[in-house]
């Protein structure tokens, strides 16, 4: 074997054992980590579909319930792509756990691609949860099975790398819930998943447009309904753009040793 | 070959705490190297560097060749780390722990297993393998570091204070077990307070205070150069006043101990002779502190001093 394959088969076997760890660190936790989201969207669809959703009546041409059904299953993987990395990653650091893997010579690059992975996958495992919670109480529709993948996965890894970024410049665990707490919920509820931001006026229309979560839960809508308020084209060079900018400015931190190293 | 070769290596904290002031350091292949210090010489962080968990501000480390600054990745996989902290995830289990570990280093999971049950067995921790880490005993969370640090079989192993809080026979365990692997080939790198552990096991030492290398050298030469040696004499009659024996110091400590202080060129049987002129019994004799203690000791304060 040459050194370069050698170095290859180092990086994969590394790699996939970061994504094994995350993987038995959310089924070992799977009361933090699955079922919330799944109550959490369960309440949301009994309420805002079921009980005020038969008052407001149709939205985009669809039953309101029908309507909010991708933008909270989007909602509920945004939430936990973002947790599951800066909660993961900020126990390693928190635990010093995280000298195992800043010893070893996989290269930082690779370590944030494991734990994007593992926010992917949580991401990916809860919205599934909640996509069949939908079911319940929501007539299926879809209209574009590879942008309801692509939007999805894409705004799960945004997200995952979100929480690294978090995660890195976290010093406590307050720090660690501001951003989702201040800076995710507002954008995600001003986000157009409740509501098409065609309704408001067109000072806050022009405001939404700036907020990145807008375009992904409509992308994803779009997926399933094929309604958008946004051009789905533009929505996903938005994420594409987020994923690469996010993901050199984490390796950047790591090389820096911002946070990790003295 | 050199498994460690540092020069002029430096580190100065955001703080303003200059932790090394530009060390050189080498360890040959094959060594068993203590490293002492103090607390606060500059140890760790000299082993936070070569394992790359401290950025260092000047100077250069290579590991077998590999530099630190080159070849990073090589260098990191010819190291294993037994870090003075505990520093796992409490709530694996030790199976998990030391498998995944191997992981990070490439190992495929087969063979890891195959690793991990050959060195927890041999570091008694196998019946523990799937216990949550927080159950185990300090030892054994010390134990498991060393297991940890073993899995891609490590060329150089840096071993940070590991026996710190560890009962007798659980380092004596370890004592034998870490000159076993250094006899098949394992370079190791000790750091330690206790010092009948660094003379016990280590060929070459390396004294740090400061920030700085005061005294690098074999052990056995290290030792020979000692000057002077204190015994502590118990003594059968008790004594008003210590006796005056010339050429020699005596100092009386209590009624029925005497310390005297012999030199290189000195005997001590001219102060029995002398002791049995004057009729003292010697019931027994034992050094004052282990010898590599008093080197340490006057090393350190000879250079606090100057």
């Known amino acids: 074997m040459n050194a370069q394959a050698s170095i290859n088969q180092i990086w994969w076997i590394g790699f996939r054992t970061i994504v094994i760890r995350e993987y038995g660190r959310i089924i070992r936790i799977w009361g933090q980590t699955l079922v919330p989201s799944a109550v959490t969207a369960t309440l949301y669809f009994v309420i805002f579909g079921s009980l005020i959703g038969r008052r407001v009546g149709e939205m985009g041409g669809f039953g309101y319930m029908q309507y909010i059904a991708p933008g909270l299953i989007m909602m509920s993987v945004i939430t936990n792509s973002y947790a599951n990395v800066v909660s993961s990653f900020f126990g390693a650091k928190f635990g010093k756990h995280i000298e195992e893997l800043l010893v070893s010579p996989l290269p930082n690059w690779l370590i944030v691609a494991g734990y994007v992975v593992g926010g992917l996958m949580r991401g990916l495992m809860v919205g599934a949860v909640v ?14 099975p590879g942008v309801i993948v692509g939007a999805v996965v894409l705004t799960s890894i945004v997200f995952s790398l979100g929480g690294f970024i978090n995660a890195v410049f976290a010093k406590n665990f307050d720090q660690v819930n501001w951003i989702p707490t201040f800076v995710l ?49 533009q929505a996903f060079i938005i994420m594409i753009g987020l994923v690469v900018a996010l993901f050199a400015l984490a390796v950047t931190l790591m090389n820096k040793g911002v946070g990790i190293r003295d | 070959m050199q498994a460690l070769s540092v020069r002029g290596l430096r580190k100065t904290y955001d703080n303003g705490v200059e932790a ?66 505990l520093n796992f995830n409490q709530f694996e289990t030790p199976l998990t722990i030391v498998v995944n570990q191997a992981g990070f280093y490439g190992i495929p999971r087969d063979l890891a297993r195959e690793r991990a049950e050959k060195y927890l067995k041999q570091l008694q921790l196998w019946e523990k393998r799937n216990s949550p880490a927080r159950a185990l005993s300090g030892g054994m969370k010390r134990r498991l570091m060393i297991v940890r640090a073993l899995m891609h079989e490590p060329r150089l192993l840096v071993l940070d204070e590991p026996t710190a809080g560890v009962d007798i026979e659980v380092r004596r365990l370890m004592w034998e077990f870490l000159q076993q692997i250094n006899v098949q080939g394992t370079t190791i790198i000790l750091t330690t307070h206790y010092l009948e552990e660094a003379e016990t ?14 005294e690098s050298d074999s052990m056995d030469k290290l ?33 029925h101990t005497l310390e005297v202080e012999v030199s290189k060129e000195q005997s001590l049987n001219a102060v029995f002779t002398q002791f049995s002129a004057l009729g003292i019994e010697v019931l027994s004799m034992r050094n004052k502190v282990n010898r590599l203690e008093e080197v340490f000791m006057r090393l350190v304060d000879n250079r606090s001093h100057t």
């Open chain 2, 20 to 85: 090394l002031k530009g060390v050189d350091l080498d360890v040959a292949q094959g060594d068993f190297f203590a490293l002492l210090g103090p607390n606060g010489a500059g140890k760790t962080t000299l082993i936070g560097i070569v394992t790359s968990l401290v950025n260092k501000t000047g100077g250069t480390a290579t590991v077998f060749g590999y530099d630190l600054d080159r070849e990073l990745e090589r260098a990191k996989s010819c190291i294993g780390i037994v870090p003075q902290e």
């Open chain 1, 131 to 144: 996509t069949i919670v939908s079911l319940i109480f929501a007539r299926p529709a879809v209209h574009h």
């Open chain 2, 201 to 214: 096991l280590c060929r070459n030492i390396a004294i740090i205070n400061n920030g700085l290398i005061v």
């Open chain 1, 185 to 233: 919920t507002p954008l995600t509820y001003f986000g157009g998943v409740f509501y098409s931001v065609s309704l408001l006026p067109q000072w806050a229309q022009t405001l939404s447009h700036l907020n990145p979560i807008l375009h992904m839960v409509n992308a994803f809508r779009y997926g399933f309904l094929g309604v958008s308020d946004v051009s789905v084209v």
């Open chain 2, 223 to 255: 030792l020979r150069g000692l000057h002077t040696e204190t015994f502590v004499l118990d003594l059968r009659q008790s004594l008003a006043e210590a006796p005056i024996i010339a050429g020699f110091k005596l100092v009386r400590v209590d009624d």
